[in-house]
Structures are given as C-alpha cells and as structure tokens.
C-alpha cells in the first residue's frame, strides 16, 4: 500500500496560480502511475492529471491541458501540480492517487491509494 499526502490547497483570484504537493511512501512505487482527480460539490470525481513515475510520460485532461503541469521529484519522492491561470470553476477539493495501468489513467476506480485531498477555491 502506499501512502499519499496532499499539500498546497488554498484560496486563490481568478488568474492566479498555487501548487499542489503529494508526498508519497510506502511500497517501492518507482513503478506506479500517479494521478490527480478532483472533485466539486455535487459533482462526480474528474480526472485532472497523471504522470508515469518510470519514465516522465504525463496526460492531461482537456480542461487544464495548456495550464496546469505535473510533475515529480524522485529524490523526495513528491507529484506535483502546477496550476496557472485558475479559474473559478478549477474550484474543488484535489486528490492525489497511486496505481493503475497507463492504459487505465482516466478512470478513478483504477486507483488504489488516494490522499485525504485538499481544498482549491478561485475566488475574487
């Protein structure tokens, strides 16, 4: 199992910018995907970001593709998100995940660890 913790949340102004952090222990997970969903109220869990650990390879989600970038850290085994250019409707609580195939990187039920989340409000 591994275990993730999210760091980073806030309060930003439209056009503004924030990075999330996901630090990462465990299992040996040189081998996992890691992702970054998010989550409204009142509205299903969305796919934002992944990164392969391995080699680097990243997809994004058309929504945030242009503005927001992931990224990781081995040495400090951290996954990053840098988010530019928020909007009010980037508004949600972020999760950090660890797992699936690369085929499979969209999809939330391939996920087998997740963080608790953090809070992300675009806002003037």
């Known amino acids: 199992q591994v275990q993730l913790v999210e760091s980073g949340g806030g309060l930003v102004q439209p056009g503004g910018s924030l990075r999330l952090s996901c630090a990462a222990s465990g299992r040996t997970f040189s081998r996992y995907v890691m992702g970054w969903f998010r989550q409204a109220p009142g509205k299903e869990r969305e796919f934002v970001a992944a990164?392969?650990?391995?080699?680097?390879?990243?997809y994004y989600a058309d929504s945030v593709k242009g503005r927001f970038t992931i990224s990781r850290d081995n040495a400090k085994n951290t996954v990053y998100l840098q988010m530019n250019s928020l909007k009010p409707e980037d508004t949600a609580v972020y999760y950090c995940?660890?797992?699936?195939?690369?085929?499979?990187?969209?999809?939330?039920?391939?996920?087998?660890?997740w963080g608790q989340g953090t809070q992300v409000t675009v806002s003037s």
């Open positions: 995940a660890a797992g699936p195939p690369w085929s499979t990187v969209s999809r939330a039920n391939s996920y087998g660890s």
């Open positions: 990164i392969n650990w391995s080699d680097g390879s990243t």
